[in-house]
């Protein structure tokens, strides 16, 4: 009797543990989802970032490209660098540091770097990681080629190879496909708020950096103009802004050498005077040049058409409005401002006296107390045409629109004579539209029979002499954005 006692109490144990067991799983359900929500909120915060690591991102090397191409090395490394410091701890070395100049110096004349010198890069920079890269330029695309090496034991730590054409190149998607690779490679990890933030483009910085390297490969081409231009775009962001003056001041500054104690005897201070001269004509003279093709944009609004029959009732006339509006271009004015500026406290400097009327100003001229630029008035021809809706061109005529004269003083003061614009500063791209006046078109004696029966016209410029720019009133809009 006594085994069945303890057997029986034993089997009650067991059914009572088993139950209980199954009631601490069910109350505790709740709690284990609770606690499991905040160690992912815990892991978020303390995800693996690299702090305390070092990597040198090197300028990609161009294979088979040209001109066009120029800007591309210092855009990626510029992307690349911005990209790792903004989603990671790493200590991130970039074009400025000393040591990566140095080395950049000392490893290659190309100034690009090889995976075949990642070790020494690595002792010159104290850098343990270094990003390597290539684009290569194929008939119609581009293969690029990154990785990330872990230069203390060579290993390739994330690799990126694909081909994109010039569109993804220009609007950030390789920039986002290449970092999303090296820090899943480099085991960075981003909390999902910065997966959002990757994924999306900030075109502002981006417009900022591409103008900025391009500036940079113009400059190095001695196309001065052109790259005062993008450095001026750069200018006006935060991030390039600092670089972007730079650029601006190495063109139009006189490189610290102002006065006569500062030279070593004459014939330096006449090899001096002789660099200045030839340059600040340069500048003239290429800023002439820049001014025929990019100093107006004419924007068409042929929206509203007015039809009226001639007299004979065998052809019709158009008017066409609201028209064409000659807007200028922003940044072209922004240079203009830079050039005279500089070139103001450089004439008046009396160390400079020997040298600087022998510079041809092309345009700029001296009126009281203001340096001005003046763009001469001029009939712009256009040809502009009606089109069906399967874009049949079904008449097109040469007609001409006025184009405003520039006045910009050293004061800030720049007034556009026809647009009847009178601003203190320079405004932004859409106020200057919003100054111009549009001038409405005319298509007389279109015949009759020329006409289609069941389709809507719509008018567009076709062509306008000397390359100057045109767009639609939407084409402008979506350009002006960026601006």
């Known amino acids: 009797m006594k085994k069945i006692i303890v057997t029986l109490f034993s089997v009650m144990m067991i059914f ?33 970032k690299g702090a305390g690591l070092v990597i040198a991102v090197t300028a990609p090397e161009v294979r088979n490209g040209g001109k066009g191409e120029s800007w591309m090395p210092q855009f990626f490394q510029d992307s690349i660098t911005g990209n790792l410091a903004k989603y990671s701890k790493m200590t991130v070395l970039d074009r400025a540091n000393e040591d990566l100049t140095k080395a950049e110096q000392e490893l290659g004349e190309t100034g690009f770097y090889t995976e075949e010198n990642a070790v020494q890069l690595g002792q010159m920079t104290n850098a343990q990681y270094a990003v390597f890269g290539s684009i290569t330029a194929l008939s119609s695309s581009y293969e690029l080629n990154f990785r990330a090496i872990d230069i203390t034991t060579n290993e390739i ?7 994109a054409g010039s569109k993804e190149i220009e609007d950030g998607t390789s920039v ?37 390297a ?21 200018q006006e962001n935060g991030a390039t802004k600092k670089e972007a003056s730079a650029g601006i001041n190495s063109i139009l500054g006189t ?8 030279i070593a005897n004459l014939k330096a201070q006449l090899t001096w005077e002789k660099e200045q001269e030839e340059k600040w004509n340069k500048i003239f003279r290429d800023f002439q040049n820049f001014m025929k093709t990019n100093s107006f944009i004419l924007v068409y609004d042929f929206s509203k058409v007015e039809v009226t029959p001639n007299s004979y009732g065998t052809a019709v006339n158009f008017n066409i409005s609201p028209g064409i509006k000659a807007v200028p271009i922003r ?15 450089i004439k008046n400097k009396p160390e400079n006296k020997n040298w600087v009327s022998k510079v041809s100003t092309k345009g700029f001229y001296t009126n009281g107390s203001n340096f001005i630029y003046a763009l001469p008035s001029k009939a712009c021809s256009i040809r502009f045409g009606a089109f069906s809706d399967s874009d049949f061109c079904i008449n097109e005529i040469e007609s001409t629109t006025d184009t405003p004269s520039i006045y910009s003083y050293v004061d800030n003061t720049i007034r556009i004579d026809r647009g009847k614009i009178n601003v203190s500063n320079i405004n ?41 720019s045109f767009m639609s009133i939407e084409e402008y809009n979506e350009w002006a954005k960026e601006q």
């Not at 209980?20 to 978020?44: D, L, N, Q």
């Not at 940044?331 to 406290?345: G, P, S």
């Not at 279109?446 to 389709?455: F, K």
């Open 176 to 212: 986002r496909a290449i970092i999303t690779e090296l820090l899943d490679g480099l085991g960075i990890g981003l909390s999902e708020k910065e997966k959002a933030q990757l994924a999306k483009t900030d075109k502002k910085f981006l417009t900022a950096t591409k103008s900025l």
């Open 16 to 48: 009572l543990s088993s139950c209980g067991s199954t009631a601490v799983v069910s109350e505790a359900a709740p709690t284990t989802e609770k606690s499991s929500s905040v160690k992912e909120i815990k892991s978020e915060k303390d995800l693996y």
């Open 214 to 234: 391009k500036g940079a490969a113009a400059e190095k081409a001695d196309n001065l103009i052109e790259a005062l231009a993008f450095y001026a775009e750069a």
């Open 331 to 345: 940044k072209t004015l922004i240079v203009a401002k830079e050039i005279y500026t500089e070139w103001n406290i």
């Open 255 to 262: 490189n610290g050498t102002v006065s006569g104690n500062a």
């Open 428 to 468: 932004s791209q859409k106020n200057y539209f919003k100054e111009a006046v549009y001038k409405s078109k005319y298509m007389k004696d279109v015949g009759i029979n020329a006409l289609p029966d069941d389709s809507d016209i719509h008018f567009k410029i076709t062509k306008a002499e000397d390359e100057i």
């Open 157 to 163: 730590k994330a690799a990126y190879n694909d081909r």
